[in-house]
């Protein structure tokens, strides 16, 4: 290394960087002087001072970027403290290379198979972050590193020596610092949640693909069917005010209005409405026969003497006509069928057939006769055939193969007294009153009692339906109380 002095207020100007190529260290002159260093593909310089016998002054430094810079320009820089030595001993050390400027450091890969060094597929752009939740899918694609100018840190001590002549003996600890920021450029796609994306995607195709029809932990569940009925077939029968015949044969008599059992078990449901009509003198008639439970997918056909429904909506709505609802029921309106009452002969017959699919051959079979006639009023006859079913009851009895216990006030005192209670297996939208206040229940008369009133009542008012009141001072205050006057 040479210093060439040329003034005592003057500049070295003729030194060279420490090392080659880029070399580094250098110094300047005794007094405000100021050094020029420039290597190939590379800087170094500082602006020197002395100290001591020569004086304090801070030099002027000039920094060029050598020719293997990508984002450099000069810089000017100027030094801000002094060095150590006799003449200034190098106060920092600068490497060589870049000057300030930016470049893009791309991570290896950017997503879906481009060159190491694309960022142009990353989502987002520069002071783009990957974080939060979208951090499990997303990675950073690279960054933007920024290098400044340099900074003073402290004080440097420099690695020179006294000779003739300084020659550089080992790289300074300068007391001068660059910084370099790194900023995040963009997110991009992991690999790995490129076969999740696509996966999420088909989801809803191997929903229908796979889904089963009915179980599992996506299916609905499955319904348990019934078991088919075993037990004998035979015929329960409703008609009149009104008059039932049971599936074990026996007869008995009803005159109360409200809603009844006719069929109670865990799979069939049948409920009828009774309620008087104007030539019965009070007693009741069959007024709408209603069916539901399970064997019907818990849905409900409800049929008047004028209307059918299924789940509230009409249907049977012309003469003749069918309905089915599919593995559920048939039906059909036409004017064929049996006569399930005296003295109905001649007239025009509508009539409701329905068949009930419950796992037998048979299926559970229901007639209902419409009456219309103005001058009765409207009721139904109806005719139920099926098998029995383990612990039924109702008015139509329980099917056991006794008839004994098909008793009217035996059969009351198994299902109520005061019809089908209401909640889930009541089948119509609101209950009719059972009693009267203050009037016994005619159905609490016993049957020869009963019997007896009927022949009684009819005589002494010369109807063909005895009057209710009658037959209730007749059951409940004594024959003479009925029949006096």
């Known amino acids: ?7 005592p207020t003057g500049t070295y ?3 060279t960087g420490g090392s080659y190529s880029g070399g580094v260290a250098g110094m300047g002159g005794p007094v405000g002087g100021s050094a020029l260093v420039g290597g190939a593909g590379g800087l170094a310089m500082m602006g020197g001072a002395t100290r001591g016998n020569v004086g304090a002054v801070s030099g002027h430094v000039v920094m060029h970027g050598g020719s293997g810079g990508c984002y450099g320009s000069p810089v000017h820089l100027t030094s801000r403290l002094m060095g150590s030595g006799v003449y200034g001993s190098g106060s920092s050390y600068m490497d060589g290379g870049l000057g300030g400027g930016v470049a893009v450091e791309a991570n290896p890969g950017c997503g879906l198979g481009t060159a190491t060094a694309d960022t142009s597929c990353c989502v987002g752009g520069p002071e783009t972050q990957c974080g939060g939740i979208g951090s499990a899918c997303l990675e950073s694609a690279g960054n933007m590193v920024t290098t400044t100018l340099w900074s003073h840190v ?12 300084y020659h550089y003996v080992g ?28 996966l999420l995607a088909l989801l809803p195709l191997l929903y229908c693909l796979l889904k089963p029809k009915c179980g599992g932990p996506i299916g609905p569940a499955c319904e348990t069917p019934s078991p088919a009925p075993v037990g004998p077939f035979a015929e329960c029968t409703i008609w009149g005010d009104p008059h039932i015949r049971t599936f074990d044969g026996r007869r008995s008599d009803y005159y109360s209005a409200g809603e009844y059992w006719i069929v109670k078990s865990p799979q069939l449901w049948i409920q009828a409405r009774y309620l008087p009509t104007k030539m019965t003198n009070g007693l009741a008639v069959a007024k709408i026969l209603a069916v539901g439970g399970p064997v019907l997918k818990n849905g409900t056909l409800r049929i008047s003497p004028t209307v059918t429904t299924w789940n509230g909506a009409p249907v049977l709505t012309a003469f003749p006509s069918s309905y089915s609802v599919p593995n559920v029921l048939d039906m059909k309106y036409d004017s064929t069928g049996v ?7 001649g007239r025009p017959k509508h009539v409701v057939h329905t068949k009930v699919f419950d796992g037998s051959q048979e299926g559970i079979m229901i007639q209902v006769n419409r009456w219309t ?16 079913i ?46 009267t206040a203050n009037r016994p229940d005619i159905n609490d008369c ?21 009057p209710m009141f009658c037959l209730q001072d007749y059951c409940f205050a004594g024959q003479a109380i009925a029949l006096q006057g």
């Open 13 to 15: 100007d003729g030194f």
């Open 171 to 198: 790289e300074g600890a300068g007391s001068y610092s660059k910084d370099v920021i790194v900023t995040p450029y963009g997110c991009r796609v992991k690999p790995c949640c490129i076969f999740l994306i696509t």
């Open 1 to 7: 290394m040479r210093l060439h002095y040329f003034r």
């Open 373 to 388: 006639e103005a001058a009765e009023g409207e009721y139904i006859n109806a005719k139920i055939s099926m098998q029995a």
């Open 154 to 165: 402290g004080r440097g001590r420099g690695g020179y020596s006294m000779l003739p002549s």
């Open 339 to 345: 006569l399930l009452q005296k003295g109905r002969s």
């Open 446 to 466: 016993p049957p020869p009692t009963l019997e007896a009133a009927k022949t009684d009542c009819k005589a002494k008012y010369g109807s063909f339906i005895p």
């Open 390 to 435: 383990p612990g039924m009851d109702g008015h139509c009895g329980n099917f056991n193969g006794i008839s004994s216990d098909d008793d009217r006030l035996l059969v009351r005192q198994r299902v109520g007294k005061t019809g089908v209670e209401q909640g889930p297996m009541f089948l119509f939208d609101v209950k009719t009153p059972v009693t």
